[in-house]
C-alpha cells in the first residue's frame, strides 16, 4: 500500500466510449502524475500536475483530458481511444517542493481498447 | 539531457545467485537517483534512493551506491529469492529540473528456485 489508489483497476472500452479514469492520494503531496506504460516501451510521462496547474504535457493526443480538481484527486478522462492506447495507466505523487522527493505509485489501471 | 540507460534483460537467475543490474546516467545537473521495482500486475515501488555522491541506499537486502566518478547506480543483492522476480527500473530526478523524473526501460528477473 503506497497511500495512492487508482480506479477502476481495470477496464475494457470500445472506441466510440467515454471513460475516466480516477486517482487519490493520501500522503499530502502537492504534485500529481499521469504516466502510460505501454509493453516493451519505456515509461511515458504524460502529465503533471504541481499546485493543482498543468505544468507538463507531453504532446499527448486530446483524446486523454487531465483534470485535477485538489491537491488530492487526479482524473483521467478518456474519449475516442485507439487500440493503440491499451496500455497501463500509472497515477503518481510527490512533494515537488523537496530535494530528491521520490514518486510514490498507484497499481495503475490495467485499459483494454477494443 | 537528462537520461539513463540500465542493462536489458531478462536476467534469470538460481535462488541464493548474486545479482547486479547495472545503470548508468547522464545529468546537466546533481541528481538524486532511485530503483524501483514493479511486480507483476502492480505498480511501481520505491526500493531504494541515495541523494548524493557516495551515498549508499539499501532496502531488503538489496544495495547500490551513487558514483558520480563512473555516473553509475548498480544495484546489487547477495543471495536472491524466487520472491525477488520483477522488473526493476533505475530512475533519476534534479530538484533544479522540478523534480522531473527520468526512468530506464526497466529489467526483468527472473528467479528460479
Known amino acids: 500500500e503506497t497511500g495512492v489508489t487508482q480506479t477502476p483497476r481495470h477496464l475494457v472500452m470500445g472506441m466510440t466510449n467515454k471513460k475516466s479514469l480516477k486517482c487519490e492520494q493520501h500522503?499530502?503531496?502537492?504534485?500529481m502524475y499521469w504516466y502510460k506504460q505501454s509493453a516493451k516501451k519505456p515509461l511515458e510521462l504524460m502529465f503533471v500536475y504541481n499546485f493543482k496547474e498543468q505544468t507538463e504535457n507531453n504532446s499527448v493526443p486530446s483524446r486523454f483530458s487531465p483534470e485535477c480538481p485538489n491537491s488530492s484527486h487526479l482524473f483521467l478522462h478518456l474519449h475516442t481511444l485507439q487500440p493503440e492506447d491499451s496500455a497501463l495507466y500509472l497515477c503518481?505523487?510527490?512533494?515537488?517542493?523537496?530535494?530528491?522527493?521520490?514518486?510514490?505509485f498507484g497499481p495503475g489501471t490495467r485499459l483494454t481498447v477494443t | 539531457g537528462n537520461s539513463v540507460t540500465q542493462m536489458e534483460g531478462p536476467v534469470t537467475l538460481s535462488e541464493e545467485a548474486f545479482l547486479t543490474i547495472n545503470c548508468t546516467y547522464t545529468?546537466?545537473?546533481?541528481?538524486?537517483l532511485f530503483w524501483y521495482v514493479q511486480y507483476p500486475g502492480e505498480g511501481l515501488q520505491l526500493l531504494l534512493k541515495a541523494t548524493k555522491a557516495d551515498d549508499k541506499g539499501s532496502n531488503k537486502g538489496f544495495e547500490a551506491t551513487y558514483r558520480k566518478e563512473t555516473t553509475s547506480f548498480h544495484l546489487e543483492k547477495g543471495s536472491v529469492q524466487v520472491s525477488d522476480s520483477a522488473v526493476y527500473f533505475c530512475a533519476l530526478t534534479e530538484f533544479s529540473n522540478f523534480n522531473k523524473f527520468y526512468f530506464g526501460s526497466g529489467t526483468k528477473l527472473n528467479v528460479k528456485p
Open positions: 545529468a546537466t545537473g546533481y541528481p538524486s
Open positions: 503518481a505523487s510527490s512533494q515537488e517542493n523537496r530535494e530528491g522527493a521520490e514518486q510514490y
Open positions: 500522503l499530502g503531496h502537492n504534485a
